[in-house]
Each structure stands twice: as C-alpha cells, then as structure tokens.
T-cell receptor, first 112, second 118 residues
Framework: DGGITQSPKYLFRKEGQNVTLSCEQN?????MYWYRQDPGQGLRLIYY???????QKGDIAEGYSVSREKKESFPLTVTSAQKNPTAFYLC???????????FGSGTRLTVV | AQKITQTQPGMFVQEKEAVTLDCTYD???????LFWYKQPSSGEMIFLIY??????QNATEGRYSLNFQKARKSANLVISASQLGDSAMYFC???????????????FGKGTHLIIQP
C-alpha cells in the first residue's frame, strides 16, 4: 500500500543536540512538507519541497534544516538553534495539483 | 490576520445528533481549496472532505458534508448522525493559489475538539 512512513515515532533530544526525523513516501508525489504541531494548536508549515534538490522555507523555518536528494525522502533536522523543539512533527506529501495531501503518522519530539 | 478561523475550541454533542463545525477563511485568491481533517488521539491526520473554490455544489462524503458559503468565506463541516468514534480534533485547512506551478502546502486553523457523549 502506498503511504508515508515517519520514523521514529518517539524521539528524545538532549539540549544542544541535532536530531533528524525521517520521512519516506512511495506515492510518487512531487511535493513534500514538514509541519509542527504544538498542544492545542493547528499545524504550522516548517519547510516544503516541490521537486528534488529544491525546497522553500515555511512560516517557522528558523532552527530547522531539510534536504531533498531523492523524490521519496524529505528528512528534517532539528538543530540546536531551535530553542523550543518539543512538539509533534508531521510529514505530508501531495500530487503536483495539490488536491490531495497524505500525512504520515508523526514523530513526537521531546527535549530532556 | 488569521487565514483560517475556527471559533469553537471544544464541543460536546449527544450521540446520533448532527454536528456543525465552523470554519471561516480569508484569501484574496480566486482559486483555492478547502479541506477538513480529523485527528484522533493517535495523532494521524485523516482526510475527510474537500471543496474547491469553483465547485458549485457542496461537497459530500458519506456522513460528512461541507456547507460552502463563498460570499461569507465560510466552509462549515456538517457530520450527520454522530457516533462515539467521531470524538477527535477537527481541523479546517486551505490551499491557496500556487507559486511556481507547485503546491505550496496547507494553512490550518487551530482546530475544534469534538466529544461525542453516549
């Protein structure tokens, strides 16, 4: 079955560490996205990529970095510059037309 | 200014009753799309229904329908005959016109926490 796989499901980070969240899709979608969700809040766009080797900042890109070396993969790195990284992170993909968005099951990141 | 406004932080509804979840949006684009997602406690985002700005008919998907009032910039979700399994967070989201020919992502409201009571 086609879908999006995010790993790990839970991630713990120490202060000052960089951590990388994985997102893989087998839907042959061109566009991929990273969202952050804080408790009781909606999703906010961190980064998105419409094509391999290209990506754009979303609304809250500071302290995050991404790469898009393969169509199937869009990993997100939470750097030490992100001062409040504890949140739920969701990856999504869409077809070029943007009529359907598929989400992964999310990664819950906690700073310890 | 918020692009998507959901004014009901939480709602309690009796099982089998119909539910209306409010959503208003703000855009200057002529071409846009409106989405509703359900998020249970597990965190996954489940697509419910889609309405395009040029669609003349209100979208329907099973027990879900979208009351689209373009002039009022309103896209309320209606759930008929609510069930206990409908208890979840519900998010309204909008896709605006593309830049560079690709999809720019969705803008989400803050959500409504719906609780269905037996």
């Amino acid at each position: 079955d086609g879908g999006i796989t995010q790993s790990p499901k839970y991630l713990f980070r120490k202060e000052g560490q960089n951590v990388t969240l994985s997102c893989e899709q087998n839907l042959n979608h061109d566009a991929m996205y990273w969202y952050r969700q804080d408790p009781g809040q909606g999703l906010r766009l961190i980064y998105y990529s419409q094509i391999v080797n290209d990506f754009q900042k979303g609304d809250i890109a500071e302290g995050y970095s991404v790469s898009r070396e393969k169509k199937e993969s869009f990993p997100l790195t939470v750097t030490s510059a992100q001062k409040n990284p504890t949140a739920f992170y969701l990856c999504a993909s869409s077809s070029e037309a943007g009529y359907g968005y598929t989400f992964g099951s999310g990664t819950r990141l906690t700073v310890v | 200014a918020q692009k998507i406004t959901q004014t009901q932080p939480g709602m309690f509804v009796q099982e089998k009753e119909a539910v209306t979840l409010d959503c208003t949006y703000d855009t200057s684009d002529q071409s846009y799309g409106l989405f509703w997602y359900k998020q249970p406690s597990s965190g996954e985002m489940i697509f419910l229904i889609y309405q395009g700005s040029y669609d003349e008919q209100n979208a329907t998907e099973g027990r879900y329908s979208l009351n689209f009032q373009k002039a009022r910039k309103s896209a309320n979700l209606v759930i008929s005959a609510s069930q206990l399994g409908d208890s979840a967070m519900y998010f309204c989201a909008m896709r605006e016109a593309y830049s560079g020919g690709g999809a720019d992502g969705l803008t989400f409201g803050k959500g409504t926490h719906l609780i269905i009571q037996p």
